[in-house]
């Protein structure tokens, strides 16, 4: 079944979210000083990896291909832009040795 979740999202540089294989990031909005990502999953497909990147503006991207999700503005003046990717069989084994 195809449902809508909301993850809380850090801004660190980069954070890994389980979620189904298949999973449409839909925006990212700030609600009460916190980040927020909402997705339509679809709870029949598999979980995997996303990585949701937070990049603060003037920052360096990564070298790698992301998706754009949205960007956050809190009251203090910080503005964090998320991005994200599936992680890569590849890149899921070389964390765990």
């Known amino acids: 079944m195809k449902t809508i979740h909301k ?10 979210i389980s979620m189904p294989k298949g999973a449409k990031p839909l925006c990212v909005r700030e ?20 990585e949701v990147y937070a990049i603060g503006t ?3 991207m990564p070298k790698k291909s ?5 960007t ?9 832009h998320f991005f994200w990717t599936w ?4 890149e899921s084994t070389d964390n765990n040795d």
């Open 58 to 60: 003037g920052c360096a």
């Open 72 to 80: 956050c503005q809190f009251k203090y003046g910080f503005v964090f």
């Open 31 to 50: 609600l009460d000083n916190e980040c927020y990502m909402w997705a339509q999953i679809d709870d029949k497909h598999p979980t995997s990896e996303m």
């Open 66 to 70: 992301l998706n754009y999700i949205g």
């Open 7 to 16: 993850y809380k999202l850090n801004p660190d540089f980069v954070q890994r």
């Open 87 to 90: 992680v890569t069989r590849d």
